[in-house]
């Protein structure tokens, strides 16, 4: 394994925003979870600003690229994991705001295995990243990434036995319409895990 001295000397910084990163992106999956849960009442200013908080990490990210001219990691693997980090936030927002139109329509509808695999997967995102600081452990990588795509597939799944049920003909048109675009967004949400996932191993491979 690589320590961390090893691979990123000085520039110790790239970990200390990425970490930042998934756990923002953890905090939008935390307040998401109890919305699925219909634990509490969704406000959209609480993910806007989780989003933007993470927006300001990426672009903290960015900026220190451009300053560095020599980094042990290839700059092209930091920003792609530094987007992938960004877009799980983003696509939490993007399902609060079309919740929030439909919020009485759907308050019946049980979100609560979604909610347990999202709470796990987003877990899963935070580890990797506290791995790979740790050193590129390619056998720790990969298990961990194995359950993340266990995860996503499982997710897959759920979809389409939800699905399968919403359109059996038993629920308002409407409200297949609403339910069936909010499980869409949902399963981008597991496939942004999935995508930090790929990320983290794929680097982990390349720096072991």
């Not at 634990?39 to 990490?57: N, T, Y």
């Not at 909610?115 to 877990?123: I, N, Q, S, V």
């Amino acid at each position: 394994m690589i320590s961390i001295q090893r691979l990123f000397g000085k520039e110790d910084r790239f970990f200390d925003l990425l970490i930042a990163s998934a756990e923002e992106a953890r905090q939008s999956i935390i307040g998401l979870t109890h919305i699925l849960r219909h634990e509490k009442a969704p406000s959209l200013g609480e993910f806007a600003e989780v989003r933007k908080k993470d927006k300001a990490i990426t672009q903290e990210i960015s900026d220190l690229l451009v300053k560095s001219f020599v980094t042990a990691l290839e700059r092209e693997d930091i920003e792609a994991l530094s987007t992938a980090l960004y877009k799980i936030p983003k696509t939490v927002e993007k399902f609060v705001e079309r919740y929030l139109i439909s919020q009485e329509k759907v308050a019946s509808t049980d979100f609560n295995t979604h909610a347990k695999m999202l709470d796990e997967a987003t877990g899963l995102v935070v580890e990797m990243i506290h791995a790979l600081r740790k050193g590129m452990d390619i056998v720790k990588m990969k298990e961990l990434n194995d359950r993340m795509q266990q995860i996503e597939g499982d997710a897959d799944k759920l979809m389409v036995d939800c699905l399968k049920d919403l359109y059996s003909g038993k629920y308002d048109t409407l409200l297949v319409v609403i339910v069936s675009n909010l499980y869409d967004l949902l399963e981008k949400v597991f496939d942004r895990c999935r995508d930090v996932g790929n990320v983290a191993k794929q680097i982990a491979y390349k720096n072991s």
